[in-house]
């Protein structure tokens, strides 16, 4: 059966230290001014900078991250929005306070933007997609499998995705970690 073309960005499903995903999740603040709309499944950055969410709390600021940008998570949701009661994204220009697997060590699943091969398990790839969907609330990002190689991108690939509707090839979802993550570069932001 080939596989059906759902995106749905980043989903976590295990760790490489511990085995399991336990749902720990860190709040970031997502600025007003910041005029795109975020939704659940897309990969975020850091900007460097820090400011009060809606409550008041002070959290590090993040943007959603475009292809070739290190990345510092996903996100997995957002708080509770008085004017935004039955979405689950964040609507562009407002401010929110979304919660982010920021983990370095996380595993998620993602799926391919092409055709996935036996060979490109432990190459490395980076993101594509830069919307998502306004009735489900999930990311169209994917992974880039036009940018594979064995060096350089932000994702690596580490095993198809152990799920019955799921095979190599076109829109196959994958298994992957951070290759290059914020919280494990030398630098700062």
């Known amino acids: 059966m080939a ?10 499903v295990g760790n490489l230290l511990s085995g399991g995903y336990t749902g720990r999740v860190r709040t970031y603040t997502v600025l007003s001014t910041y005029a795109v709309a975020m939704y659940v499944g897309d ?10 969410d809606e409550l008041g709390n002070n959290h590090s600021v ?5 292809a070739n940008e290190m990345l510092v998570g996903f996100v997995v949701g957002f708080s509770p929005h008085s004017s935004y009661l039955n979405q689950i ?19 998620f699943e993602i799926q391919a933007s092409g055709t996935l091969a036996t060979g490109d398990l432990q190459l490395v790839a980076d ?6 969907s306004t009735i489900t ?5 994917q992974l880039d499998l036009s940018t594979k190689s ?28 951070f290759n290059r993550h914020q919280y494990r570069a030398t630098t700062g932001v």
């Open 43 to 52: 990969f975020v950055k850091i900007t460097g900078a820090s400011a009060n």
């Open 3 to 12: 596989n059906q073309s759902t995106t749905f960005g980043a989903r976590a």
């Open 150 to 177: 064995t060096s350089g991108g932000y994702l690596r690939m580490l095993a198809l995705s152990p799920r019955e509707d799921n095979d190599f090839g076109l829109y196959a979802k994958v298994i992957c970690m």
């Open 127 to 132: 993101i594509t997609g830069s919307s998502g």
């Open 62 to 66: 993040i943007e959603k991250a475009a």
């Open 89 to 107: 994204y964040r609507t562009a220009s407002t401010l929110r306070s979304a919660l982010v697997c920021d983990d370095p060590f996380v595993t």
């Open 137 to 141: 609330g999930l990311s169209d990002m």
